[in-house]
Every structure is written in C-alpha cells, then in structure tokens.
C-alpha cells in the first residue's frame, strides 16, 4: 500500500513553498519541501499570473524531487489579509430516535453552516467549530460516538475572504496542473503553533513575511480574531538601502546576516562592507548601526499588530505571544517583544526535518489542518492507504466548478468528501485484491512487529505533535478549512 500523503502549497509574500508530510501519531512528519522566489507574488496574493504559474510548477518539481512522491493534489492556505471571521449557530435534528453521532453528522452540521452564509464580495473558506451541544445539555468538542435524541448543534466561526483573490489563487494552482482538495485560512491553521495552555488562556501569534505582517488570537480553545498590516522585510530592507546608500541585494544580505532587531544588545564588533550606490569605495557597517534601523521598522510592526488588537477589545493576553514567519529569523526579534509586552514571548520555528526555519510554519500549520479536519470527520482511520483515480464524476465536479465559479469552494468540499467516501471502498476491496491472508502465526508475528514499531517510536514527538496531542479533534479545519498587560511603550494603550 502507498502512503497517504499530504501536500501544502503557500503562495507568500515573495516566494511559493510546497512541504510534502504524513500524519504521524499526533503529529507531522514532513518527508520533502521545495521553495521558489519569485515576482509573481506578493503578501499571499497573484501579481503576474504567468510567473506564479511557472513558480508553483517549479516548486513542485522540487518537492517531488525531495520527497520521491508524484504529486498532483494540494491544500492550499489563503493569506488572512482582506479577512472577516464571525460567529454562528446551528444544528441537525433526530427527532426523539436514539442516534450515534458520526463524522457524517458532523460534516453535515458544518457543511449547513457554510451553506447558510451569506455570500456577497466574500467567500467562505474555513468553517471551524467553537463547540458542539448534544441535546442542549452537553457542550464538548468532539461529540463523535456520543448519543443523541434530540439534537447536534455547533457554535462555529466562520472566516471569509475575498473572492477575486481566492478565485485568482484557484485559477493559478489549477492553470499549473493541479487539482485542490481543500483550502485553509492563516486564522484558523496558526492554531497548530499553539500550546494547549497558550490557546486557552488567550495568545497571539505573529507571522511576519516579507510583505505582510499576519497575526490572529486565540482564547478559550479557538480563534477569535485575526488580521494584518502591511510592515514588514521588506520595509526593514528598503529603510537599509536608505540609510546606508546601498543596493536592495546588499540590504538584504546585511539583514539576514548581521542585522539585529534590539539596539541594547546589538554588537559593535561585528563589522561588514557595504557597496555604495554613488562610490566605488564601500563603507564599512556595524551590527549597532544596523540595529539602530532594524528596530524601528519591526517595533512600527509590533506596535500596529498591539494597536489593531487594542482597537477589537483585545487587551490581555495571558497566554503570551509566538513569533514565526521568514522575518523571525532576524536575531533580537524576541528580545525587542519582551522589552515592549509583559507576558511570555517565543519564536516558533518548526522541529519537522528539513523544514525547520519560522518560514515554513504556515505551510506545516495546512498540514496539520488537513489531518485535523480528515480525522473529525473520519475520512482518515488509518495512517496509510492507496492512491485512487479520478473518476468521471468528479470530472464533472469540475465542470460544475468552471461553469459556476462563484459556487466554487463549495464544489470544491463536495469533492472532497465523494474522493474520501470513494477511498474508503478501495481500502476495503484492496486488502483482499492485494494480499494473501497470511496464517494465525504469521498475524501474530506481524502485530509483534508493529507493537516494536510503536514502542521504538514512542517518543518521537515534536513540539508542534506537543501542542496537538490532546486537541487533534478539537477544531475541524474543514475548509480550510479562519497574560497580564503589555508593558513599557504600549502600556498606557493598554492600561
């Protein structure tokens, strides 16, 4: 049997990455990337159709290559910019006859949601559950295998995006040949950088890219508010060409290698030439000097992410605050957040071989947000299955799609649940297609086998499989699946 794997393809602020992964235990086990920079994006949106085209087609190749899987079917993340989350209720009705409730029951309940929301300029892309209430009386977060007589209801929040940018998103990853199975939110997968005390008792996480700074908070088990602002790298790299009469490609290169986010603690003994613009002679730089640039451009971001939370009535957050994304990489991020809140600060930089760099958190947060999403609804019971083909009704999906575009994400999780309903009956005829149903001795050898598998492995668990050990359930991600006070410079905002 093949392994079942999942692909995540971000579109970013400057460059297109693919991680290629498997549900593992409780976690992601990430078996292949590939990354490609180019021009045709920008803060997670299509700037020149043809080169996001060809960059996706490249970024694949690289994944394939990395990962020694063919890959045709991707879940896609859509940026939180130009992004709207609200909160409803509904619910499913058995009318006094004793029921067990089933990921079916819980795929229809989320699926009613999303059907009943309104459309307009927005398209809803992730529907994610606050909490179910089984018969008025109990409210969980997983009501599978409980029993109800009267009702299943869910108090979900909905994140919504632009259409134009989803629908160009779609056109681009298809145009590069591609089938979608799902598409996710940035609000709803940042989750999964989470601990389960960070995302109960309120944090926030901070992505900063290179054109766009994303954040969302989290309280109480769920997302409850995410949005963006446009300082980011780039900003600190156009401010460094500035200061110091250089090029774009020498800034740059400062940045990632000498640049420092904290003046107090930056080195004047780290020292490097700078090519001039207007001279051949170049001039020699400091990391202070750097620094003294550096740290204005990324507390201007911090202050507008603390400004915007402030504004939503978000002004204590206990759980603290998590930093990830490409700009994380800069040394003294942490250290200029802590000098400017009073909670917990820490940069998330994902533990998964050959992905470990703040850049990749988004796309390993997709995966985790599939197999979330698969396992609540039980399309996914074992680790790995076959691969199936596509069929001629799902080609007809298709067609439905092209022909109504404005039907499209819904089309889209039509799809996917007639692919999963269509693996699971490929999973039951190839055991018997495939294999020779071994003798007693032989089971009880293999299941030995297997148990050693598990016990070697029993350990192996990263801090983002941590984080998830208890919640895999908690939160469908089905379309995609959306401390104290701050202290010093923000803290008369905030108290």
């Known amino acids: ?88 209720e509904d619910a499913i009705r058995f ?30 892309v992730s529907v994610y559950p606050v909490s179910f209430v089984v018969d008025s009386l109990h409210e969980v977060n997983d009501p599978k295998d409980m029993i109800a007589e009267e009702s299943l209801a869910v108090k979900a929040g909905v994140v919504s995006a632009n259409r134009t940018l989803l629908i160009n998103i779609v056109k681009c990853v298809e145009a590069a040949g591609l089938t979608i199975l799902d598409v996710y939110s940035d609000a709803v997968n940042y989750q999964h950088v989470l601990t389960d005390a960070e995302i109960e008792l309120g944090a926030v996480v901070i992505d900063m890219g290179l054109d766009l700074t994303q954040f969302a908070y989290y309280e109480r088990g769920s997302l409850k508010y995410a949005n963006s602002v446009g300082i980011a790298g780039r900003d600190i790299t156009l401010d460094l060409v500035d200061e110091f009469n250089t090029s774009y490609d020498e800034a740059d290169q400062a940045k990632e290698q000498y640049g420092h986010a904290f ?41 507008a992410v603390f400004e915007d939370l402030a504004k939503n009535g978000i002004n204590n957050v206990q759980g603290g605050f998590v930093l990830t994304g490409g700009s994380a990489n800069i040394r003294g991020i942490k250290e200029l957040m802590q000098d400017l809140v009073a909670e917990k600060v820490r ?33 996914v019971t074992i680790d790995n299955y076959d691969d199936y083909p596509e069929t001629d009704s799902q080609n007809a999906v298709n067609d439905d799609q092209e022909a109504q575009p404005a039907n499209f994400f819904t089309g889209l999780f039509a799809k996917r649940k007639e692919e999963n309903e269509l693996q699971v009956n490929r999973d039951e ?61 923000f803290k008369n905002l905030f108290e």
């Open 95 to 124: 009318g006094g006859e004793a029921t067990e409730i089933t990921g079916e029951h819980i795929e229809e309940l989320l699926e009613n949601v999303r059907m009943n929301d309104s459309a307009g300029q927005y398209e809803t």
């Open 1 to 88: 049997m093949k392994e079942h794997y999942y692909v995540a393809l971000d579109i970013g602020s400057s460059s297109v990455k693919v991680v290629v992964g498997e549900k593992f235990h409780n976690g992601v086990n990430v078996i292949g990337t590939g990354q490609t920079f180019t021009d045709g994006v920008s803060k997670g949106m299509i700037n020149d159709f043809d080169q996001a085209k060809n960059a996706i087609t490249d970024t694949i190749k690289k994944a394939k290559i990395a990962s020694g899987v063919d890959i045709d079917e991707v879940f896609v993340k859509i940026p939180i910019a130009d992004t709207h989350i609200h909160f409803t």
């Open 263 to 303: 003046f107090d603690l930056a080195s004047d003994e780290e020292k490097m030439m700078l090519a001039q613009n207007d001279s051949g002679q170049p001039a020699e730089v400091t990391s202070k000097d750097l620094a003294d640039v550096i740290e204005l451009v990324v507390e201007d971001a911090f202050m």
């Open 347 to 379: 940069v998330h930089i994902p533990n998964q071989m050959g992905a470990r760099k703040p850049e990749f958190t988004s796309a390993i947060s997709v995966l985790s947000s599939g197999i979330m999403f698969d396992e609540l609804l039980e399309y």
């Open 429 to 489: 005829d190839s055991y018997e297609d495939d294999y020779n149903y071994p003798d007693e001795d032989s089971v009880e050898e293999s299941q030995a086998d297997e148990d050693a598998a598990d016990d070697e492995y029993e350990d192996y668990a990263d801090d983002d499989a941590e984080i998830r050990s208890e919640r895999p359930e908690q939160e469908p991600k089905e379309q995609g699946d959306l401390g104290t006070k701050f202290k010093k410079i």
